[in-house]
């Protein structure tokens, strides 16, 4: 079982050890460029040097989080296959994919053999978002060979007294709220940055009861849908798809077909974060909330469903009102830069007018009160024209 107390301080020493890695690898690698388009945009009024050890700090903990999604696809049986680490026979597979890859690539590292994993793991459907190019930074830079197989050795390191692996990510009933933990405290410098807090479960249902539950009384299952602009680990939309998808399970609401019940109750569910890697695992766990939910033993067997996830200010992007009082979508205005996807934090062509209320049930028909709005767990009613 997941040992989060005992892997929190590893995990974030290892991010450490990354983030000074790729600062030595950085020289070349078009941040430069990438830095000077973000600040032409008016995004960031960081000196370069603070800008990039910020965002190396982001690839770092993109390249530990990749590897945990994977390790947990492996430790519960996600997938046949075992790239990284593994007990018993799993782990002797993992070790034969190993050898096999640099028999067909004697002259690579395992920073190539990690990239091939995420590569084909990302070829599953239900995953592809996961490892994808645009949605995580983890194609910007790779750390070294060395600090790569260092990484390697990590996951597969044994315990000197039993004999067994030391880091499991088995769990019960696909529980993933440890995931929850690993995005608090992961990183020190996210942690400060951000504000960084979970929202205990009790609050959740609290919150959920007064604001989704309402809602559904209101507009009906067919047409609510609620957004969390601060989602962090998704604690509020993995609340709300449950509730969701229990609705839509049921005789009266049901489309005969549980993975198409659970696209309908990924359709009410969206997020926003500004942090990359909050989303991440946000998104990791809506997607193995919903193949727990559907009964699927492999994410192969599952579809590809739209997550409505997306990284990014919700304070920023959207429609907002021009100087001539015509509304201008945001990345209309910022369409003079453009960074390149491969060192992109933010889901560009999903934002724009993706976190605003009108996309959403807001107003009751010949009333003029406003439904609240989800917001890191708090919401507030809000009368038009205030």
Not at 369 to 375: I, K
Request: net charge negative.
């Amino acid at each position: 079982m997941v040992d989060i107390k005992s892997l929190l301080p590893e995990l974030r020493e290892l991010v450490g050890e990354l983030a000074e890695d790729l600062l030595a690898r950085s020289i070349n690698a078009g941040l430069k460029d990438a830095f000077q388009q973000i600040e032409k945009g008016g995004r960031t009024a960081q000196a370069f040097e603070v800008w990039r050890e910020d965002y190396l700090d982001q690839v770092a903990v993109a390249w530990v989080l990749a590897c945990v999604f994977v390790r947990f696809m492996e430790d519960n049986g996600l997938i046949d296959e075992c790239w990284l680490a593994g007990k018993g026979e799993r782990r002797r597979l993992a070790e034969d994919t190993h050898t096999l890859f640099f028999r067909e690539h004697a002259h690579d590292t395992d920073r190539e053999y990690f990239q091939h994993v995420f590569h084909e793991v990302g070829k599953i459907p239900a995953a592809k978002d996961l490892f994808a190019e645009g949605k995580t930074p983890l194609w910007a830079i790779a750390p070294s060979g060395d600090a790569a197989m260092k990484l390697l050795k990590f996951w597969r390191e044994m315990e000197a007294s039993t004999g067994h692996l030391k880091r499991s990510f088995q769990v019960e009933n696909g529980d993933t709220r440890f995931l929850g933990d690993l995005y608090q405290e992961l990183s020190i410098r996210a942690q400060k940055k951000f504000a960084l807090l979970q929202t205990p479960v009790f609050v959740e249902e609290f919150i959920l009861d007064r604001t989704l539950t309402p809602a559904l009384a209101e507009f009906g299952l067919e047409k609510v849908r609620m957004i969390d602009p601060t989602c962090g680990s998704g604690h509020f939309l993995l609340g709300g798809f449950a509730r969701l998808f229990d609705l839509w399970s049921k005789p009266d609401h049901t489309t005969g077909n549980a993975e198409k019940d659970a696209q309908k109750a990924l359709d009410g569910v969206w997020g926003v974060d500004i942090n990359p890697f909050a989303v991440a695992v946000a998104r990791f766990r809506l997607i193995v909330a919903a193949v727990q939910a559907c009964g699927i033993k492999r994410l192969k067997k599952a579809p590809g469903w739209n997550i409505h996830l997306a990284g990014g200010d919700s304070l920023l992007f959207g429609s907002k009102p021009s100087f001539d009082g015509q509304r201008m979508g945001l990345a209309q205005q910022l369409s003079l830069f453009e960074v390149p996807a491969i060192y992109a934090t933010e889901d560009r062509k999903a934002l724009p007018g993706f976190v605003w209320v009108g996309r959403f049930p807001a107003e009751n028909e010949g009333s003029r009160e406003r439904r609240p709005v989800l917001s890191q767990g708090w919401s507030l009613p809000v009368r038009s024209g205030q």
